[in-house]
């Protein structure tokens, strides 16, 4: 819940901004010289790029959930199993056994968008979050139906 929060102010806080920008813009290409509106112009283009940016973001996390809350009525979902720091982290060595795991389990089902999202888990937990997402966008797109997608 703590998670769904903070993202909820931080893209509030970000459209706040993307709509001042756009102010901003708008009103530089009011002023009306070439290069008012050449800049109004840019300026009103980071926003658009914000807000597309934001939407696709918001369009995977919410299609990852939905992943989740299916794994896990299949009783699907990847148990705990890591070690912890006494500080309360992920032990690293734990995590590398459990990747090892799950890269197996995906080896062996490639076709299987439940075993992509728990090696995306397992990515995760690694701490390796640019393989966690592109191990979630599989999932996803396997599960659409997208096997094109996901190749």
Not at 16 to 29: E, H, K, P, Q, T
Not at 47 to 56: D, E, H, M, N
Not at 128 to 143: E, F, N, S
């Amino acid at each position: 819940m703590r998670a769904k929060i903070t993202y909820l102010v931080t893209a509030a806080v970000l459209v706040f901004y993307f709509v001042l920008v756009g102010s901003r813009g708008v009103l530089l290409i009011k002023t009306g010289t070439l290069l008012t509106v050449t800049f109004g112009v840019a300026v009103l283009i980071l926003p658009v790029i914000g807000l597309w940016f934001l939407w696709k973001n918001t369009q995977f996390v919410r299609r990852a959930n939905q992943l989740a809350a299916e794994l896990d009525a299949e009783g699907g979902l990847p148990v705990d199993e890591l070690k912890r720091t006494p500080s309360g982290r992920v032990d690293r060595e734990s995590a590398d056994e459990v990747f090892a795991l799950r890269k197996a389990e995906t080896e062996d089902a490639p076709g299987d968008w439940r075993s992509w999202f728990r090696l995306a888990v397992a990515y995760h937990d690694a701490r390796d979050t640019p393989r966690a997402r592109k191990a979630m966008q599989r999932a996803i797109a396997l599960h659409d139906g997208k096997q094109a997608e996901a190749a």
